[in-house]
Structure formats: structure tokens, C-alpha cells
């Protein structure tokens, strides 16, 4: 496991996105405008960098990473924020962002755990 954190706290319009198959994760000090907009996380030590073929758990659903965004390891490790794009499509890659197999994405409430596992 190179990351693990869990929501506590989500914002009033972060579901909104579901319906463009994203999520935003943020860590508490996430910029007053945004926090409204992102499921809030714990920001935790990220061990390792993220890659193509890791897996990324969301409680125990399970996505392969098929991108990761030129930013996505400093912001996780710096800010506890990511992108998570759930589209399966690469085509227009943007630096915060990690994008995943596409595939629906689990019920995120308070509690859930968020996990990132190295694909040895």
C-alpha cells in the first residue's frame, strides 16, 4: 500500500460530479471556494509514486489506474488533492488528475477509505 486516507467530510455540491464521472479529493485545507466541490481527506504520507497499473480501492471496489496526471504525486503529497476521472478515457490528460478503468463509481460517504496499492 503506497496511500491510504478516508472521507471525513464531504462538500455540499461534491456528488454534483459524479455525473461527469469524477470525484475531487482535498485535504482540510483546501482554498474556501473549492471545499464545497471536494469529498475532504485526511491528507496523508503518500509512500511511493503513483503509476500506470496501480490500483486505487475505493472501500472494496477496485479501479486500475490507467494515467497519472504530471502533478498528481506532488498535489497528493503537498495538498492531499487529486482528480479522480473515472471515464476509462485518456485522451485529454490534465496534471491533477488520476484516471481509472472506467467503471461506476462506489457510494463515497463519511468513512470511506480511499487506498492506493502498488502493482508489483
Known sequence: MIYATEIQEIGLSAKEFLNEEIIVLFGFNAP?????????????????????????????????IIAVGDQVNKNLKDLGHITINFKG???NLMAGSLYVEKKAI???????????????
Not at 462506489?106 to 508489483?120: A, L
Request: proline fraction near 4%; include cysteine.
Open 89 to 91: 478515457d485518456t485522451s
Open 32 to 64: 474556501p471556494d473549492l471545499r464545497p466541490y471536494c469529498f475532504l481527506i485526511e491528507q496523508n504520507k503518500l509512500d511511493d509514486s503513483i503509476e500506470v497499473d496501480d490500483t486505487l480501492y475505493i472501500n472494496d471496489d477496485s479501479y486500475k
Open 106 to 120: 462506489s457510494n463515497i460517504e463519511v468513512g470511506t477509505k480511499i487506498i492506493i496499492e502498488k502493482n508489483n
